[in-house]
C-alpha cells in the first residue's frame, strides 16, 4: 500500500517569505500526485495535478514539482500572503490499477504571519 | 467547482440509529467517492463507485454500506452508527477529461452521541 507522508505537521512564515512544502511517498510507480489547500471547516481545493510523466506545473505563485525516483513532490510558494494560511495536503494515484483510488498524507499546516 | 453538493451538511444522531449521507454531482463523472477526515488520520477512503451499481470498498469500509443507482448520486448509510463514526465525511468525483483530478465536496459533519 501506498504511504504517502508530509514533514513538517505545522509550519509559520513571516509574510513575504517564500516556503516549499514537502510530500514524500514509498512507491514511486505513481500515476499522478495532487495538492490540495484545506481551509478550516472547509472542503479540500485541488492547487495543482502533477501527471507521472511531468516534472513541474505551476498556477500564480505556486509550482509543484516531482521527482518519482526518490518519491518526493514539493509545492513552492512565492511571495507567501496571510491568505496562505490553511492546510495543505497531498494525494498520490498509484500506477497500478486500483480503481483510481488516491491516497492522501496528513496535511502541512502553514501560518503566515502578517 | 465540480458541481457536488452534500446532504446533511451537519448532523448529529444517537448511537445504534442509521444514517444516510447523500453526495450529488452534476456533471456524470463515473468515479465517485465517500471519504472521512479525522485528526491524525488524514483522509481514508471509506467506498468508493465506478459506475452505476458499481462500488468497491476502501480501507475503513466496517459499519459502512453504499449504493449508486444513478451516476448522479452516490449515498453512505451508516447502519447502526457508533460513535467511533463522528467525522467529517467527504464525498469526492474524479474529472477523468482532466488527467482524473479529484473534486471535493464541502463535507457532512456528523456526530453520533
Known amino acids: 500500500k501506498q504511504e504517502v507522508t508530509q514533514i513538517p505537521a505545522a509550519l509559520s512564515v513571516p509574510e513575504g517569505e517564500n516556503l516549499v512544502l514537502n510530500c514524500s511517498f514509498t512507491d514511486s510507480a505513481i500515476y499522478n500526485l495532487q495538492w490540495f489547500r484545506q481551509d478550516p471547516g472547509k472542503g479540500l481545493t485541488s492547487l495543482l495535478l502533477i501527471q507521472s510523466s511531468q516534472r513541474e506545473q505551476t498556477s500564480g505563485r505556486l509550482n509543484a514539482s516531482l521527482d518519482k525516483s526518490s518519491g518526493r513532490s514539493t509545492l513552492y510558494i512565492a511571495a507567501s500572503q496571510p491568505g496562505d494560511s490553511a492546510t495543505y495536503l497531498c494525494?498520490?494515484?498509484?500506477?497500478?490499477?486500483?480503481?483510481?483510488?488516491?491516497?492522501f498524507g496528513t496535511g502541512t499546516s502553514l501560518t503566515v504571519i502578517p | 467547482d465540480a458541481g457536488i453538493t452534500q446532504s446533511p451538511r451537519h448532523k448529529v444522531t444517537e448511537t445504534g440509529t442509521p444514517v444516510t449521507l447523500r453526495c450529488h454531482q452534476t456533471e456524470n463523472h463515473r468515479y465517485m467517492y465517500w471519504y472521512r477526515q479525522d485528526p491524525g488520520h488524514g483522509l481514508r477512503l471509506i467506498h468508493y463507485?465506478?459506475?452505476?451499481?458499481?462500488?468497491d470498498k476502501g480501507e475503513v469500509s466496517d459499519g459502512y454500506s453504499v449504493s449508486r443507482s444513478k451516476t448522479e448520486d452516490f449515498l453512505l448509510t451508516l447502519e447502526s452508527a457508533t460513535s467511533s463514526q463522528t467525522s467529517v465525511y467527504f464525498c469526492?468525483?474524479?474529472?477523468?477529461?482532466?488527467?482524473?483530478?479529484?473534486?471535493f465536496g464541502e463535507g457532512s459533519w456528523l456526530t453520533v452521541v
Open positions: 469526492a468525483i474524479a474529472r477523468e477529461t482532466s488527467g482524473n483530478t479529484i473534486y
Open positions: 463507485s465506478y459506475g452505476v451499481k458499481d462500488t
Open positions: 494525494a498520490v494515484r498509484p500506477g497500478v490499477d486500483t480503481g483510481n483510488q488516491f491516497y
